[in-house]
């Protein structure tokens, strides 16, 4: 489903992905990708691998199977948030995925950006769950999501590919205790 998305806090503006701009997303994936390769997943190396993967999240955005945002600062793409792999039906969850340009961590901007977010999910997706995760020696991953309201469910083992390495990750999640069919 195609709709605009802006959300503020106090210090950031949130677009969702009809609203950024494809020029600072490029900027932002190739200055960042050292710092983001520690993060697992996928990460774009070249200008037509970013187009590839916006490409690729307006296409899953359309299919209503995730919500990319998109976290400015002054006007400057400083962050990336999604929530991915939306299933409905009995359920209603998503996953959280998120990153910060390694220059602007320990200002508490992802805390600042991921409670709006998570409202979002709650509220404009009705989601009744989100999931995220993170590995065990990120801890300032781990102290944000706590303090936006997650809550450690366990631990996976080698559960998702860093750098090419399966790495163990930190299972957490956010309950809508409001959630209404």
Same mark, same amino acid.
């Given at each position: 489903?195609?709709?605009?998305?802006k959300?503020?806090?106090?210090?950031?503006?949130?677009v969702?992905?009809?609203?950024?701009?494809?020029?600072?997303?490029?900027?932002?994936?190739?200055?960042?990708?050292k /710092?983001?390769l520690?993060?697992?997943?996928?990460?774009? =190396?070249?200008?037509?691998?970013?187009?590839?993967?916006?490409?690729?999240?307006?296409?899953?955005?359309?299919?209503?199977?995730?919500?990319?945002?998109? !976290?400015?600062?002054h006007?400057q793409?400083?962050?990336?948030?999604?929530?991915?792999?939306?299933?409905?039906?009995?359920?209603?969850?998503?996953?959280?995925?998120?990153?910060?340009?390694?220059?602007?961590?320990?200002?508490?901007?992802?805390?600042?950006?991921?409670?709006?977010?998570?409202?979002?999910?709650?509220?404009?997706?009705?989601? /009744?769950? !989100?999931m995220?995760?993170?590995?065990?020696?990120?801890?300032?991953?781990g102290?944000?999501?706590? =303090?936006?309201?997650?809550?450690?469910?366990?631990?996976?083992?080698k559960?998702?590919?860093?750098?090419g390495?399966?790495?163990?990750h930190?299972?957490?999640?956010?309950?809508?205790d /409001?959630?209404?069919?």
């Amino acid at each position: 489903m195609a709709y605009s998305l802006k959300l503020n806090t106090p210090r950031l503006t949130i677009v969702g992905i009809n609203e950024v701009n494809i020029h600072d997303l490029i900027h932002y994936q190739l200055n960042n990708q050292k /710092h983001l390769l520690q993060s697992g997943g996928y990460v774009p =190396k070249t200008t037509q691998e970013v187009e590839k993967i916006y490409q690729q999240w307006l296409n899953n955005t359309e299919r209503d199977i995730e919500v990319r945002f998109f !976290i400015y600062r002054h006007q400057q793409l400083i962050g990336l948030a999604g929530i991915t792999n939306i299933i409905r039906g009995s359920f209603q969850a998503g996953y959280l995925g998120y990153n910060l340009a390694e220059s602007e961590q320990g200002n508490g901007y992802m805390t600042e950006a991921l409670e709006e977010i998570t409202a979002f999910g709650f509220c404009a997706l009705n989601l /009744h769950r !989100i999931m995220a995760n993170y590995r065990p020696d990120n801890l300032a991953s781990g102290r944000v999501l706590e =303090k936006v309201g997650y809550v450690k469910e366990g631990v996976a083992e080698k559960y998702l590919q860093v750098n090419g390495i399966w790495e163990d990750h930190v299972l957490t999640a956010a309950i809508n205790d /409001h959630w209404q069919s």
